[in-house]
């Protein structure tokens, strides 16, 4: 018990102590991944994001791909702030399960994957993001509610208007409250602050 507090406390203060985040995932914003499906078939989610300037609004639609993967579809718009006009924000990723938790070992793993893109005001910005999610399913006793504190670092090569490569660690806790409905909340440490929140609806 002592070792999963400890978990949950490192997950829970590390994004408060850098003072900023990357850009992450298919489309640019700071929404990570737990290592886990929360859902048995499919689900879908709105997530707002603060990725520095601005904020980013996107639905997202995510399903099963086959027993150990899965994957999501998200769309929206982000709004520069400051006189910026709005991006268009459009991508893809997968999530596959390949690490479980054992004696020696106290987490559980996926590799995600994605391709995306933002676009607006004539400057269109693409996204090849390739992470490792770990994290461990804490079960609230005498209640539906799990918590899952996760760490999900993310390797992103950027290509079209703006080439180069950017490097995250995105951390996050997500909370299924019932077999209906999850809420996820998630920052990172990088070069600009930014945060996301999310809630999904689960099938």
């Keep these: 018990m002592r070792s999963t507090l400890l978990i949950v406390a490192a997950f829970a203060t590390a994004p408060l102590a850098a003072p900023s985040v990357l850009l992450a995932q298919s489309t640019g914003t700071p929404i990570y991944q737990a290592p886990y499906r929360p859902f048995a078939t499919s689900e879908v989610a709105v997530s707002l994001s603060d990725p520095g300037n601005g904020f980013a609004l996107e639905g997202s639609y995510r399903t099963i791909f086959n027993q150990t993967m899965d994957i999501g579809f998200r769309a929206g718009l982000a709004d520069g702030g400051r006189g910026s006009k709005a991006a268009l924000l459009v991508g893809t990723d997968f999530r596959a399960r390949i690490l479980d938790h054992n004696e020696s070992f106290p987490l559980d793993g996926s590799l995600t994957l994605g391709i995306g893109m933002a676009t607006g005001d004539g400057v269109t910005v693409g996204y090849l993001p390739i992470g490792f999610t770990m994290g461990r399913r804490i079960i609230v006793e005498g ?57 999904a609806w689960l099938r």
């Design 143 to 199: 209640s539906a509610v799990s918590l899952v504190p996760y760490v999900h670092p993310v390797f992103t090569p950027r290509f079209g208007d703006a080439d180069g490569a950017d490097l995250s660690i995105g951390f996050g806790v997500d909370a299924r409250i019932n077999a209906r409905l999850d809420l996820r909340f998630s920052a990172a440490v990088g070069d600009r602050d930014g945060i996301g929140f999310t809630v």
